[in-house]
């Protein structure tokens, strides 16, 4: 049986055969669900995004990838996307059974011959131009469609880095450009989980000082002895808030400066990671506090 599958479903809920083919842009190494097959697969189980354009994308791909008759399982935390996926799998034409368990919604669709709107839905998931944001983007990126405020007050505070630095979560490559303004910087890397990601800042930046890696800071550091280091954290993982997820960005830049290094990120001011900068780094400091955000900057 050949079979997909995107993300990590609970195996108590949905559980893909071991030969499935990972198809998640926030798995290191998955393969492209762009690039399956058309009615290829016998078998899709789906663990569905948040976001609605996001999940729609992923169901149309599911379903263009799926033979006739082939068993598509979709499921989503109820409160996260889930409550819709019934409907939004009807509009596509399938008859839909749907289960509850665990705060999930689990629907079971055969796929029919001729899915409904599957075309329009990949249009409007795929990567393409921003022009409110001027950039490439795609939904289910990091602030796809907008100029986050957190990252807007960050680019504002007058800073001059200099040598080699980092992007951690570059998203789309909004602070990365701003940083490239500065001809004292001889390299950046950017680097995000989300291969979506790195294909939108790959379009954005067209300077040969810049590298782009998707990589999991969680896994460890990727590069060591850096000058600097910027980031927008993330706090949601999957959708749902996880603030150890920022703090584990801030450890990773610390195995990643060198000593002397700076690192400088903006976060919700509701969010603490003044205490691990103060754990991790030499000296730390508030930069700016303005519209419900924080500017901190540490030296390694």
């Known amino acids: 049986m050949s079979e997909a599958v995107y993300g990590f479903p609970p195996a108590a809920l949905a559980r893909a055969g071991e030969a499935a083919v990972q198809v998640s842009p926030l798995v290191i190494d998955a393969a492209m669900i762009e690039e399956l097959a058309d009615s290829s697969l016998d078998r899709f189980v789906v663990l569905a995004p948040p976001g609605v354009l996001e999940r729609r994308y992923v169901l149309a791909h599911a379903l263009r990838a799926l033979k006739p008759g082939g068993e598509l399982l979709a499921l989503a935390p109820k409160t996260r996307g889930g409550a819709r996926l019934s409907h939004e799998l009807a509009g596509f034409g399938c008859e839909v059974r749907e289960d509850a368990k665990r705060h999930h919604r689990i629907c079971h669709v055969t796929r029919p011959d001729s899915p409904m709107g599957v ?51 570059c998203g789309s490559g909004v602070l990365a450009l701003a940083v490239l303004k500065s001809a004292e910087v001889t390299r950046l890397s950017l680097i995000d989980i989300d291969a979506r990601a790195i294909a939108a800042a790959r379009r954005n930046l067209d300077d040969p000082r810049a590298a782009l890696l998707q990589a999991d800071l969680r896994a460890g550091p990727p590069l060591a002895g850096l000058d600097f280091a910027i980031m927008n954290p993330p706090f949601h993982d999957g959708g749902a808030e996880d603030r150890a997820l920022g703090q584990a960005l801030v450890a990773a830049a610390a195995k990643m400066l060198k000593s002397g290094g700076v690192l400088r990120l903006v976060a919700n001011v509701a969010l603490p990671y003044e205490a691990t900068l ?22 390694k």
């Open 119 to 169: 075309e329009a839905a990949i249009a409007d998931g795929e990567l393409r131009f921003v022009e409110k944001l001027g950039l490439w983007s795609q939904p289910g990126v990091f602030a796809w469609d907008r100029l986050d405020p957190g990252s807007a007050l960050l680019i504002s505070q007058p800073w001059g880095p200099s040598g080699a630095g980092a992007d951690l979560g």
């Open 278 to 299: 103060v754990a991790l780094f030499r000296q730390s400091r508030l930069v700016v506090r303005e519209n419900g955000y924080k500017v901190l900057e540490a030296v």
